[in-house]
């Protein structure tokens, strides 16, 4: 069987729910790498950026990676303040905090500005969205921070869903009952996480308890909606 899935914190508990149900994943760096390996192999199951795979919607479960309010792991920094920004710098392994930003900018809750790949060196006045555990790393470490999933919810009075299971049929039920039955975080897994990822356990066990893993109903249904429309591009 093929499951694969990226090595961030905040999928750790999904590794360690495989290992408790005796199955074996690849891990990948990031997001959009388990997607791009997807692209060219589905295999049996995926945790997938849900701004890619929206349309995907039969083969999906509603189990993933979401936030209800601040997520710390997906921010926008700067050393300048937001009304003088003239561009945000966008994380090239995100695919659904992009889509989530973009739409955030449509509905006027920040300003319309240009978005740069990573790799762009400028000398003007920008922002950076950055992901995952080097976003955990920075917190509060700019003058300037927007929590992404805090924002969201202030706004849209919804969850941010940032990763979805894409599973083929045969799996689906299998995968259900394993994170049914083994996904829940102890002070064992705690330490494995911090000695893995440098962190505290503190800072651990305060980040996961930010995190939905089986996805609220009303934010699974808003951003699948959202990603859908088609405007929001991926391939880039």
Request: hydrophobic content about 40%; proline content about 6%; overall charge positive.
């Amino acid at each position: 069987m093929l499951i694969r899935l990226f090595d961030f914190l905040n999928a750790y508990p999904y590794q360690r729910a495989l290992q408790e149900a005796g199955l074996s994943y690849e891990l990948y760096p990031d997001p959009r790498q388990v997607w791009e390996a997807w692209k060219r192999y589905p295999g049996d199951a995926a945790l997938l950026p849900f701004a890619a795979i929206a349309s995907e919607q039969r083969r999906t479960l509603r189990w993933g990676i979401a936030s209800r309010g601040s997520v710390r792991s997906v921010l926008l920094v700067s050393t300048h303040p937001p009304n003088s920004w003239e561009s945000i710098r966008i994380d090239k392994r995100s695919l659904s905090s992009k889509q989530i930003l973009l739409h955030l900018m449509r509905r006027g809750a920040l300003p319309s500005l240009p978005l740069l790949s990573t790799d762009v060196q400028t000398d003007g006045r920008i922002a950076d969205l950055v992901i995952g555990d080097e976003a955990l790393r920075i917190h509060r470490t700019y003058p300037y921070e927007i929590d992404i999933g805090a924002l969201v919810y202030s706004v849209l009075r919804r969850s941010s869903v940032f990763a979805v299971w894409w599973v083929r049929p045969e799996v689906r039920g299998l995968l259900s009952r394993t994170w049914r039955n083994n996904l829940s975080p102890s002070t064992e897994w705690i330490k494995a996480a911090a000695a893995k990822y440098g962190f505290f356990p503190g800072e651990i066990n305060d980040y996961w308890k930010r995190l939905r893993y089986r996805l609220p109903m009303i934010g699974y249904a808003y951003w699948r909606r959202r990603f859908r429309q088609g405007v929001m591009e991926t391939e880039d």
